[in-house]
């Protein structure tokens, strides 16, 4: 079954401090994965997209890292700011990179505080 | 890039009722997405709005609880049917350009049922 795992569920840290969210995807065939930032009472906005050749790709301060052979990846945030404080989903595309098969996973709220 | 305008933002209906949650792109595409995000929940794709043609629908989402307009390639509506409590979620609308690999949500709709 296509599913993506994020861990962890919520997270706490204080302003300046960088942290780490995992996605772990069992979606297969795999086109690209993606993480959006969702801030309360606002639609997904995209912050990275990596194909299967894309180990690393950055972002301003948000870097993201994909392990197409474990099935993994990371979405690195350095010297966080009170506006990172907001839901950080990871999307899993399927075969054909449409949107009709695109695998969400539940996301990490992340809440920074000062 | 897409920008999408989405109404109304939130309601709070009785019931039983109706609403129409509308979704306005500023180019044209070819398919627009509806989606229900539950509490805590992740995305759940509820269909696919195709412009000249009947929406597809996913699993466990029919027609007559969620009819879809789409009468020209920059705009939709969803209507959510006879609503009971269950159907309090956020709904989001969503394009995908053809070519591209980006996904572009709407703000979201907040609807509590009463």
């Known amino acids: 079954k296509n599913q993506v795992e994020q861990s962890p569920q919520s997270l706490i840290i204080l302003e300046g401090k960088n942290c780490t969210l995992q996605?772990?995807?069992?979606?297969?065939?795999?086109?690209?994965l993606r993480w959006y930032k969702q801030d309360t009472g606002r639609g997904p906005v995209s912050l990275t997209i990596?194909?299967?050749?894309?180990n690393t790709k950055s972002n301003g301060r948000y870097t993201a890292t994909l392990d197409a052979d474990t099935k993994q990846s990371s979405l690195h945030i350095t010297a966080s700011q009170l506006s990172d404080s907001a839901s950080y989903i990871c999307?899993?595309?399927?075969?054909?990179?449409?949107?009709?098969?695109?695998?969400f996973g539940k996301g990490t709220k992340l809440s920074v505080k000062p | 890039s897409a920008v999408i305008s989405q109404k109304p933002s939130r309601d709070i209906c009785q019931r039983g009722t109706s609403l129409t949650i509308q979704c306005q792109v500023d180019?044209?595409?070819?398919?627009m997405f509806w989606y229900r995000q539950q509490p805590g929940q992740s995305l759940t794709l509820i269909a696919t709005?195709?412009?000249?043609?009947?929406?597809?629908?996913e699993s466990g989402f029919v027609i007559d609880k969620f009819p879809i307009s789409r009468p020209n390639l920059t705009f939709s509506t969803l209507t959510v049917s006879n609503m009971s409590p269950e159907d309090s979620s956020i709904y989001l609308c969503?394009?995908?350009?053809?070519?591209?690999?980006?996904?572009?949500f709407g703000q979201g709709t907040r609807l509590t049922v009463v």
């Open positions: 969503s394009v995908h350009q053809t070519g591209a690999a980006e996904a572009f």
């Open positions: 996605c772990n995807y069992t979606v297969s065939p795999f086109s690209n």
């Open positions: 990596m194909t299967f050749s894309e």
């Open positions: 999307v899993v595309s399927g075969y054909g990179g449409s949107q009709g098969n695109l695998i």
């Open positions: 180019s044209q595409v070819t398919m």
């Open positions: 709005a195709n412009q000249g043609s009947e929406a597809t629908y």
